[in-house]
């Protein structure tokens, strides 16, 4: 198969990003938050985890330490006690204080808006700093690439890359800068739907004619595997 161009691949994703955009784009934030510190701290929760099982456990977490001031004085064992139903809750905890307490120590209390301070957070990649300066923030520095957009770039031809920080540059290389900002929640959403992790529905994927369709011979494999077992 001959090695597609750039132009065409830039041509496809973006075609791509607009119809993630008219069908995902309106929907707000699955997480739910009021400032800019609660939206750091539900991101660091999620890792691993559905939104769903955060929005759970916020209101009790943020009624109780609402904002980096109080949450830097939180004792992690009752933090760890409130986010119990969490998975990896110990280390979430200790980072959901100890990244309070940079914010308050070297941020006057506020969360910093920039990349290189934001990744300098405690628990904090810089996947969960795309996000917080994209929606607390307005800024859009790079692309969110969470398991879902990294499965969906592979499927879609854009990268070869083995990690998802490796992945956001291919993806950043090809995707025009304005429509950054939507490609995380937009790809997720459609990742949970229609491209999803163990089979992809591509006969009801309103993209299939942008998609080289690797991940049909991946199904077509993982259903192979499981009417053998
Ligand atoms: S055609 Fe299939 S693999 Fe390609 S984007 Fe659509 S659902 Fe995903």
Redesign the pocket.
Known sequence: MPRESKKSKVARVTEFCHRMDALYGSEPSALDWRTPFQLVIAVLLSAQTTDAAVNAVTPKLFGRWPDAASMAQADVGEVAETIRRLGFFRTKSQHCVACAQMIMSEHGGEVPRTMEDLVRLPGVGRKTANIVLNKAFGIVEGIAVDTHVFR?AQ??GLTTASTPLAAEQDLLAVIPQELWGGVNSEWIRFGRA??TARL???EE?P??DL?P?R??RHGAGQAKKRRRS
Do not use: G, N, Q, Y
């Open positions: 969906i499927r879609m229609t491209c992809a529905k591509c994927c993209c299939e998609c369709r991940p049909v």
